[in-house]
């Protein structure tokens, strides 16, 4: 029976063995075997877990895809897919993407890998040569929210893997592997979680190869997350959809009485008429996110310390509001002239948009805004 995304999200197959329906938690790290070599699925919990291969068949459904890998967080998954690689392969990069994923690639150029960053916003930007191995695309992207068309991308890729971190929309929003991208990964930490409270990673793919390569990278190097994160994770799923329809109707909101406040001076949220993928998102995404960034004409240091239901923090989609500076937190690892290259003033400002009423939300952005 196929099963809307709703439903398939919030389901779980009762235990087999106690018909339990919230999923078990099998904390034990070896597992009896009949005969040296013959078990029931499991050895090792680095190699496999009851509960981890739980929430990796959900990360696979999720997506549309067939298999679905967990790591312990976010930047464990991305490096897991960078290890398909080797020296002397490029890989082509958004020019907009995650501090720490930049900080990741700069390490990686000291063991050969090349890294080319452009605006993956226009196609045509991205030229594929015989060292093209690897497109990596953020869409939308952190923090500026630009977007890519991964379908337009992944018609010209040829060899090369396309890669899409979909952390910023999850799969109830945009699902890439149905757009034509071969890998897609999470911070599972984000909006599938939800709760910020458990640190989380994924990668799921549809191609049986790239499948094996990457749960032998996942085993050999064990990041992977405990059971009882894997629980976590699949706990938060359960409430993805009725998060994301909050997430993105706040955040659609809180974009609309930015944009005609006269001390913000930009606005960056694909919902927007004025956002130049504005269209694209439209086509691609099922809505515009929970993201919303902006910049400020006015003195940030005394807008952040006036704010009282939006809190000063890093990361992002939990059911809380979230605001961060991301030239000196995100996004610090980028040296100052890079970021200014890429848009990402000093004064921008980046918003993770909760699932509360929105009233407290504009009357504490109004409250803040009043005191510049």
């Given amino acids: 029976m196929q099963l809307e995304f709703e439903t398939l999200a919030v389901h779980q197959q009762p235990d087999p063995g106690t018909g339990a329906i919230a999923p078990p938690i099998h904390p034990s790290t070896t597992f009896a075997q009949q005969e040296p070599g013959v078990h029931k699925g499991f050895e090792y919990s680095r190699t496999g877990n009851p509960t981890r291969r739980g929430l990796e068949e ?14 312990a967080s976010g930047m464990a998954a991305i490096s897991a897919v960078l290890r398909l690689l080797g020296p002397g392969d490029e890989v082509i990069v958004s020019d907009d993407v995650y501090g720490g994923t930049y900080r990741l690639f700069q390490m990686l150029e000291k063991y050969g890998l090349r890294f080319t960053y452009l605006d993956t916003g226009d196609a045509a930007n991205v030229a594929i040569t015989e060292r093209t191995k690897m497109i990596w695309l953020e869409t939308p992207t952190n923090p500026l929210l630009k977007i890519s068309d991964i379908a337009a991308i992944a018609a010209l890729k040829g060899e090369a893997l396309l890669v899409v971190d979909n952390t910023f929309s999850s799969p109830y929003l945009q699902r890439p592997l149905e757009l034509g991208a071969d890998i897609v990964v999470h911070s599972t930490t ?7 409270d458990v640190i989380g990673g994924a990668v799921v793919t549809s191609d049986d190869r790239l499948h094996e390569k990457l749960k032998f990278i996942q085993n050999t190097i064990g990041a992977v997350p405990s059971p009882f994160d894997s629980f976590l994770v699949l706990r938060g799923i359960r409430t ?5 329809e909050r997430h993105c109707s706040n955040a659609q909101r809180v974009a609309e009485f930015l944009e005609t406040h006269p001390k913000v001076s930009r606005v960056y949220y694909p919902g927007l008429a ?6 694209l998102a439209g086509r691609q995404m099922r809505d515009y996110g929970g993201m919303v960034s902006f910049e400020l004409n006015r003195n940030m240091v005394t807008f952040l310390k006036r704010l009282r239901v939006i809190t000063l923090a890093e990361s992002l989609g939990g059911v809380e509001s979230l605001i961060c500076h991301p030239a000196s937190m995100t996004h610090a690892a980028i040296p100052k002239e890079e970021r200014r290259n890429r848009g990402i003033k000093e004064n921008l400002l980046r918003i993770s948009v909760g699932i509360e009423n929105y009233v407290d939300l504009k009357r504490d952005l109004e409250d803040a805004l009043k005191t510049l």
Avoid: Q, T, V
């Avoid at 993805?240 to 994301?244: G, I």
């Avoid at 004025?274 to 269209?279: A, K, L, Q």
């Fill in 240 to 244: 993805l959809a009725l998060r994301m």
């Fill in 190 to 196: 984000k909006y599938l979680g939800g709760h910020c």
């Fill in 274 to 279: 004025s956002h130049p993928g504005h269209e």
């Fill in 58 to 71: 959900k990360l696979a459904a999720l997506e549309g895809g067939r298999f679905g890998l967990a790591f």
